[in-house]
């Protein structure tokens, strides 16, 4: 019998809950703000959702572009020391949905022997109305739309209630504060859901519909896990409204303090944050010490290899008294053809000391970047420690991650690169080393001739078959970080939000067992 009455209660509250959810439900659903917001969010959502898919076609078109370009470039290159490889990231299509924190940019590198040179971001240009619109994607939806419409789904749900003379009633029909707080939350959430499934639906037709890139079973999981992010931040929101409704003496006090709240949260900390953390000292290595720094660095490199070039010349009117020489260079790249044998030691001397010096050149550049990079890591990771403060942050970060938008997947492109150009520099190793005759000759072995000469013009101009490049090098492949990896790096905001959910639901109920009734 005990049982049994245990099993009543437990299963009237569920029916008290249902009934102040489905209450809830219905109340919400018919009044003028729900369908306002509703009008709102798709409205915005079909229009940048339209605006930024021509935008990732554009961006797609150039991507193949650039793709045949650096193939065909690669194809000219006759010598190993003019091999330079040109890896362009492709367009990530799950930026029609979240822009993230990257621009509307491609990102390009340049890889060679010797280092890989970042090219900065390049403007793919297009709709002007594009600046707008990445304000307004499935994220700032979230952010300036659906977590104001909580709010205002929320403010009222108690101290409303109390003003009406409705709360008494409800707690006389046997309903408890939890029922109410917890009926509240799941009729707002269940009300809330259907504008934020259908801005993601909307969106999916339109990518589906429009986009040149159908979207793969792996991005629609990331869409799903998405939307669950959202739905997770907006739900921490609702409990934010209902804590304040109970905390606050009527319903303008509380419309007051939810959109004070509201701006604290999604506005004026990660703003102030972010400015006060640009305001700081500055990082002691800066770009413009890098770039002054390569410069000056470069310059060196290349009187260097000027001084080395007048002795390989004289060297060489030694060696061939009489004959006519042109010899001509670009930094490491050189290409002699018709090589006596008696002068191919004086070429291998010059290569090898060319290249030794543009190793070192090389070496303290990347020191210098490290450092820079390693200085730039520890700022951030003080500022994100207060930025984290702030549930609309780390729904960001993690939604950014999840769409391969986020400055990581930038550092993610670099670090692909960069084990590429060591790939490529360990086949030209193999194959071509900078001692070998493949690495500043395209003519065949045993083919001895009577002068030295260096085209500057060869390279612009049809390869001939027998001379052309043909070593079989890797393709770079470019990938997202698998998803372990992105929710091993955030398990924190993951944990954060977690914890958030049940401390905000015993705020709420707290303040409701505290809040009188009259």
């Known amino acids: 019998m005990r049982s049994l009455r245990r099993w009543w209660g437990g299963h009237r509250s569920k029916l008290?809950?249902?009934?102040?959810?489905?209450?809830?439900?219905?109340?919400?659903?018919?009044?003028?703000?729900?369908?306002?917001?509703?009008?709102?969010?798709?409205?915005?959502?079909a229009t940048t959702t339209w605006v930024r898919i021509s935008q990732f076609n554009r961006q797609l078109a150039l991507y193949h572009i650039e793709r045949q370009q650096a193939q065909r470039e690669q194809e000219r290159a006759t010598v190993a020391s003019s091999l330079e490889l040109k890896i362009v990231r492709p367009p990530e299509v799950l930026s029609i949905f979240v822009q993230g924190q990257l621009p509307p940019a491609r990102q390009v590198a340049t890889v060679d022997y010797f280092s890989v040179r970042q090219e900065p971001f390049v403007s793919v240009g297009g709709n002007p109305f594009l600046a707008l619109a990445s304000r307004l994607d499935l994220n700032g939806l979230v952010m300036y739309i659906f977590s104001v419409l909580v709010l205002f789904l929320t403010y009222d749900a108690i101290c409303g209630e109390r003003e009406r003379g409705t709360l008494r009633m409800i707690l006389a029909h046997g309903a408890s504060r939890q029922h109410i707080v917890l009926g509240k939350w799941i009729g707002a959430l269940a009300v809330l859901s259907?504008?934020?499934?259908?801005?993601?639906?909307?969106?999916?037709?339109?990518?589906?519909?429009?986009?040149?890139?159908?979207?793969?079973?792996?991005?629609?999981?990331?869409?799903?896990m998405i939307v669950a992010v959202y739905f997770f931040f907006l739900g921490l929101m609702g409990l934010l409204g209902l804590w304040i409704s109970a905390l606050a003496k009527d319903s303008v006090h509380s419309l007051l303090l939810c959109l004070s709240a509201w701006l604290l949260i999604?506005?004026?900390?990660?703003?102030?944050?972010?400015?006060?953390?640009?305001?700081?000292?500055?990082?002691?290595?800066?770009?413009?010490?890098?770039?002054?720094?390569?410069?000056?660095?470069?310059?060196?490199?290349?009187?260097?290899?000027?001084?080395?070039?007048s002795q390989f010349l004289d060297e060489l009117r030694r060696v061939?008294?009489?004959?006519?020489?042109?010899?001509?260079?670009?930094?490491?790249?050189?290409?002699?053809?018709?090589i006596p044998p008696e002068v191919e030691p004086l070429i291998e001397r010059y290569v090898l000391k060319v290249v030794s010096l543009r190793e070192k050149t090389e070496q303290r550049r990347e020191q210098l970047l490290e450092e820079y990079a390693r200085?730039?890591?520890?700022?951030?990771?003080?500022?994100?420690?207060?930025?984290?403060?702030?549930?609309?942050?780390?729904?960001?970060?993690?939604?950014?991650?999840?769409?391969?938008?986020?400055?990581?997947?930038?550092?993610?492109f670099s670090d692909l690169a960069r084990a590429y150009q060591k790939t490529v520099r360990r086949v030209l190793h193999t194959l071509a080393p900078p001692t070998s005759r493949r690495w500043y000759s395209d003519d065949p072995p045993g083919n001895p001739g009577s002068m030295i000469e260096q085209l500057g013009e060869f390279l612009s101009t049809s390869p001939d078959p027998q001379r052309s490049f043909s070593w079989r090098l890797p393709e770079f492949r470019y990938y997202r970080r698998p998803l372990s990896r992105i929710l091993a790096h955030h398990w924190l905001d993951i944990a954060g939000f977690l914890l958030a959910v049940p401390a905000l639901y015993l705020l709420a109920y707290y303040a409701a067992v505290r809040a009188d009734v009259r």
């Open 16 to 45: 008290m809950i249902g009934v102040i959810a489905r209450q809830t439900i219905l109340e919400h659903l018919l009044s003028f703000r729900f369908f306002a917001g509703c009008a709102i969010a798709f409205g915005l959502i």
């Open 194 to 224: 259907v504008p934020l499934g259908g801005a993601a639906m909307i969106s999916l037709l339109l990518v589906e519909r429009f986009c040149a890139l159908p979207l793969s079973s792996t991005d629609y999981g990331r869409v799903l």
């Open 266 to 309: 999604v506005l004026l900390w990660p703003s102030a944050v972010t400015h006060f953390h640009q305001m700081g000292a500055p990082p002691r290595i800066s770009r413009h010490v890098i770039h002054a720094q390569r410069i000056a660095e470069e310059r060196a490199f290349r009187q260097q290899v000027e001084e080395l070039r």
């Open 320 to 338: 061939l008294p009489g004959r006519r020489i042109r010899f001509g260079w670009d930094g490491t790249q050189m290409l002699f053809r018709n």
């Open 375 to 412: 200085e730039l890591q520890q700022r951030q990771r003080r500022a994100d420690r207060i930025l984290s403060l702030s549930p609309a942050f780390l729904c960001e970060r993690l939604v950014w991650s999840l769409s391969g938008t986020s400055a990581e997947d930038a550092d993610h």
